[in-house]
């Protein structure tokens, strides 16, 4: 099949060169030269582990183009997938839509025979409605379909996740649309995994929910981490003590620091704006935003804490900036306000990530990067292990150190208390 992604932000690009190595030949456009430019170099914008193997692969086939001419790829293509942000928008909690509607008036002008029009961009429901009259107020209304297929890709996880979906899930009420996407996922859907076919309006709401409800998951173990603390009980214990309910499943409850990244925190505040347009309270969901908030703060403190609220001049090392192992995302890392926080009450912040230094700290005096993750930890007062990176599970702290007393805050409950205790080190973990 031929395909156009227009996008290639994470999902258009992802989705796009998984499909290509699928056999299906993909354009992926952007208005973005510099980013076509690069990728024509089959160098990657994002960091993604595989996906730049991947895209060689195809770009050699010449199954995977990358351009910046929308109207010949939309016209070469079967089925067209809208895959660009959906940011929060600036004062609110909605989601911008601008891009997604800017799309749908140029495609307007771009369709001449039956195209499926997918948006996998996360949208609130109700929004394929909106792109359908866009595109229908053309003479004849059969030459489009507009079908919603969210997107269930985790980042550094993503083309694992694309070729072994737990499910895929469209929503479209033509019985056309549904079968030409079905065959197009055939190949993975094959593989054990679960194929949804639903309303475009449920589609579109199944997306949030997912997340919304992971947020929840990982909020509720945070919670129950703190109860933890106070009560000398093992927070990992109780994971798998809950996890073996399969109802509940040990997945998304490890107890950690603030969630991030670009989608349950967007994702969650978007859903709550919908439903208030609608007068309905998700008090659940606005719970777990606001519990999420008070986390970043929360274990601030207990930082100032652990160093006795003697917090100038004290050396602190982050191992791990991102919001989670191997991406180079930061979008909405706990990290951020937390050093920004210690930087301004006089700390001396180091940090090593191995995706590389980060622009959100480089204006900040006293906070620096550390290509080498010996010199970030040297001599220093209090190790974060903020992300769980596989870089930092074998660590040996007095070794990297070099110092008597240190003190190492474990946010990923990577490292075992016994073992930390019996090698004299002052350590301190989340919920345990
Ligand atoms: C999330 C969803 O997992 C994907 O299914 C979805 O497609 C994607 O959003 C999206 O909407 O595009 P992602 O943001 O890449 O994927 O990251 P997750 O792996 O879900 O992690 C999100 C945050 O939760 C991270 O900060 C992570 O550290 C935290 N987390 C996750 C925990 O604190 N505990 C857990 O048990 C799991």
Redesign the pocket.
């Known amino acids: 099949m031929k395909l156009c992604m227009i996008g290639t932000g994470?999902?258009g690009l992802v989705s796009g060169v998984c499909f290509s190595d699928l056999g299906n030949t993909v354009y992926c456009v952007d208005k973005d030269k510099k980013k076509i430019e690069l990728l024509n170099k089959c160098k990657v914008p994002i960091y993604e582990p595989g996906l730049e193997e991947l895209i060689k692969k195809n770009f050699k086939q010449k199954r995977l183009i990358f351009t910046t001419d929308f109207k010949s790829a939309v016209e070469k293509a079967d089925i067209i997938f809208i895959c660009v942000g959906t940011p929060t928008n600036k004062n609110s909690n909605s989601a911008n839509l601008n891009y997604v509607f800017q799309v749908a008036n140029q495609l307007k002008k771009n369709i001449k025979k039956y195209k499926i029009v997918v948006t996998k961009s996360?949208v609130p429901v109700t929004t394929g409605d909106k792109i359908e009259k866009i595109l229908v107020k053309q003479k004849n209304k059969k030459l489009v379909d507009v079908v919603s297929n969210p997107?269930?890709?985790?980042?550094?996880?993503a083309i694992r996740?694309f070729v072994y979906p737990d499910r895929v899930v469209i929503g479209t009420n033509s019985k056309k649309a549904n079968r030409i996407l079905k065959n197009l996922y055939l190949p993975i859907i094959k593989k054990s995994s679960r194929y949804l076919h639903t309303s475009r309006r449920g589609a579109e709401l199944i997306?949030y929910a997912?997340?919304a409800f992971?947020?929840t998951?990982?909020s509720f173990?945070?919670e129950l981490a703190n109860l933890c603390e106070q009560t000398n009980v093992d927070i990992k214990d109780i994971s798998s003590g809950m996890g073996l309910d399969q109802r509940i499943g040990d997945?998304?409850?490890?107890?950690?620091?603030?969630?991030?990244?670009?989608?349950?925190p967007k994702?969650t505040r978007a859903l709550i704006d919908t439903a208030n347009k609608y007068k309905v309270d998700l008090s659940i969901i606005k719970s777990t935003v606001k519990s999420n908030n008070l986390r970043k703060i929360k274990l601030t403190k207990k930082i100032e804490k652990i160093l006795n609220k003697k917090l100038k001049g004290k050396k602190i090392t982050f191992l791990g900036v991102t919001?989670?192992p191997n991406?180079d995302d930061m979008r909405e890392?706990?990290s951020i306000p937390m050093i920004k926080y210690l930087n301004k009450k006089g700390c001396e912040v180091r940090y090593h990530d191995p995706s590389g230094e980060k622009k959100e700290f480089r204006n900040l005096k006293n906070v620096k990067y550390f290509k080498d993750i010996s010199a970030a930890c040297l001599k220093t007062d209090l190790i974060i292990l903020h992300?769980e990176w596989n870089d930092f599970k074998l660590l040996n702290f007095k070794k990297l150190i070099k110092k008597k007393n240190f003190i190492v805050y474990d946010l990923r409950n990577i490292y075992s208390p016994t073992k930390m205790r019996e090698m004299k080190i002052k350590y301190f973990a989340v919920g345990r």
């Open positions: 994470y999902v996360t997107e269930f890709l985790r980042e550094g996880e996740d997306k997912s997340n992971l947020a998951k990982i173990i945070n997945r998304f409850l490890r107890a950690g620091p603030a969630y991030g990244g670009s989608c349950f994702d919001f989670k991406t890392a706990a992300t």
